[in-house]
């Protein structure tokens, strides 16, 4: 029975690990066979399908169709518009002033993902999936205007033609939306996102999206990128770059994290607390636990909850007193006027405790 209740308590342990270090883009690319992972890694030319229907039927998708191709072609793809010619995958755009929702379930699996297909969006959006050998492959992705009613909107902005403003403005989010970046990692090209990543005059939030992206791919080539980009001037990058890293759970990463938890910024000191959380974990590195226990000493909940968080991943018996002394008091500390950063952090406390008595049981 005790052996029985010890495997149980394994399992349970390195499911919840499992569990932290799986990511979207991971979980995606489980359901392709070897052979199509192969295809998708190795697309180049591109079928672009764009089609912009309105109210009043389908309209010209030229515009549309050209920020789709100029932004394609940023990631150094071959994009075509012509299906006479030769091509490895068709990406397709459905743009729509009232959408017609298409594609997930109502709820669970890829519909719960982020920029999925809602469906009680009922007002303009654009639609993205794409096609290998004519299949639809199950990634799908949307972005919206910010109103729902093209023509309320329209009219309250005196621009006319509904239908054509609801298309302007869906091509202003094509524009900003990271659609490329979120579609090569499904495809695997990492290669491409690096590159983009230094291309001149790219934004910092697209520089975030990427080095997310980056992570999800578990790309060891990007490690020294990313590890540069813990000094980047814009915070989301250099958080972005922290949690990516830990994603990774590349060795090497343990030194710059630790630094980055040590000296950066309070916002940049939280993602780097998560990151080590997830690399000491994979790697069983307990030298992670003395600086964590002593990032423990602070003001800021946010950092101490993720702190919190990271010393149960590598359960050890040296984090469990000092947590124990922050979680006494606030099992006081109940009821609806409570700070939501406190809740987390009880949260988390519960669940670290649990994970160093669990752990020193099963030894």
Same mark, same amino acid.
């Given at each position: 029975?005790?052996?029985?209740?010890?495997?149980?308590?394994?399992?349970?342990?390195?499911?919840?690990?499992?569990?932290?270090?799986?990511?979207?883009?991971?979980?995606?690319?489980?359901?392709?066979?070897?052979?199509?992972?192969?295809?998708?890694?190795?697309?180049?030319?591109?079928?672009?399908?764009?089609?912009?229907?309105?109210?009043?039927?389908?309209?010209?998708?030229?515009?549309?169709?050209?920020?789709?191709?100029?932004?394609?072609?940023?990631?150094?793809?071959?994009?075509?518009?012509?299906?006479?010619?030769?091509?490895?995958?068709?990406?397709?755009?459905?743009?729509?002033?009232?959408?017609?929702?298409?594609?997930?379930?109502?709820?669970?699996?890829?519909?719960?993902?982020?920029?999925?297909?809602?469906?009680?969006?009922?007002?303009?959006?654009?639609?993205?999936?794409?096609?290998?050998?004519?299949?639809?492959?199950?990634?799908?992705?949307?972005?919206?205007?910010?109103?729902?009613?093209?023509?309320?909107?329209?009219?309250?902005?005196?621009?006319?033609?509904?239908?054509?403003?609801?298309?302007?403005?869906?091509?202003?989010?094509?524009?900003?939306?990271?659609?490329?970046?979120?579609?090569?990692?499904?495809?695997?090209?990492?290669?491409?996102?690096?590159?983009?990543?230094?291309?001149?005059?790219?934004?910092?939030?697209? %520089?975030?999206? +990427?080095? *997310?992206? &980056?992570?999800? @791919?578990?790309?060891?080539?990007?490690?020294? #990128?990313?590890? !540069? /980009?813990?000094?980047?001037?814009?915070?989301?990058?250099?958080?972005?770059?922290?949690?990516?890293?830990?994603?990774?759970?590349? %060795?090497?990463? +343990?030194? *710059?994290? &630790?630094?980055? @938890?040590?000296?950066?910024?309070?916002?940049? #000191?939280?993602? !780097? /607390?998560?990151?080590?959380?997830?690399?000491?974990?994979?790697?069983?590195?307990?030298?992670?636990?003395?600086?964590?226990?002593?990032?423990?000493?602070?003001?800021?909940?946010?950092?101490?909850?993720?702190?919190?968080?990271?010393?149960?991943?590598?359960?050890?018996?040296?984090?469990?007193?000092?947590?124990?002394?922050?979680?006494?008091?606030?099992?006081?500390?109940?009821?609806?006027?409570?700070?939501?950063?406190?809740?987390?952090?009880?949260?988390?406390?519960?669940?670290?405790?649990?994970?160093?008595?669990?752990?020193?049981?099963?030894?």
């Amino acid at each position: 029975m005790n052996r029985l209740r010890r495997l149980t308590c394994v399992g349970l342990t390195l499911g919840m690990l499992l569990g932290f270090l799986t990511t979207e883009a991971f979980a995606r690319r489980e359901v392709f066979s070897p052979e199509q992972k192969a295809r998708l890694e190795k697309a180049d030319r591109l079928l672009i399908d764009v089609i912009a229907i309105t109210d009043q039927g389908t309209v010209d998708s030229g515009p549309l169709a050209e920020v789709v191709v100029r932004r394609m072609k940023e990631l150094g793809y071959t994009t075509l518009t012509d299906p006479a010619q030769a091509y490895d995958l068709v990406f397709n755009v459905k743009c729509e002033q009232s959408k017609s929702w298409e594609g997930t379930m109502a709820s669970g699996g890829d519909a719960d993902l982020p920029d999925s297909p809602s469906r009680v969006w009922k007002g303009p959006a654009c639609q993205f999936s794409y096609l290998l050998d004519g299949k639809k492959m199950g990634w799908r992705k949307e972005v919206r205007t910010n109103f729902q009613d093209a023509a309320l909107a329209s009219a309250e902005a005196k621009a006319g033609d509904p239908g054509a403003y609801a298309m302007s403005k869906l091509k202003d989010r094509l524009e900003e939306y990271s659609f490329p970046a979120l579609v090569t990692a499904e495809w695997g090209q990492d290669q491409r996102l690096l590159a983009l990543l230094d291309r001149p005059g790219i934004t910092a939030a697209r %520089k975030a999206t +990427i080095i *997310t992206q &980056l992570g999800d @791919l578990f790309a060891i080539e990007a490690v020294p #990128r990313l590890q !540069a /980009a813990l000094k980047d001037p814009d915070p989301n990058v250099a958080k972005a770059a922290a949690v990516a890293l830990g994603n990774i759970g590349h %060795k090497e990463s +343990i030194a *710059t994290l &630790l630094d980055a @938890l040590k000296t950066g910024p309070p916002e940049l #000191r939280v993602a !780097a /607390a998560k990151g080590l959380g997830q690399v000491g974990a994979l790697h069983g590195d307990t030298s992670i636990i003395p600086p964590l226990i002593e990032a423990l000493n602070t003001d800021d909940l946010a950092l101490k909850t993720e702190v919190v968080w990271a010393l149960g991943k590598l359960p050890d018996r040296r984090a469990y007193e000092p947590l124990f002394q922050i979680y006494k008091p606030l099992q006081r500390v109940s009821g609806p006027d409570t700070d939501p950063q406190i809740i987390k952090l009880k949260e988390a406390l519960n669940w670290s405790l649990k994970q160093i008595d669990t752990w020193e049981y099963i030894q």
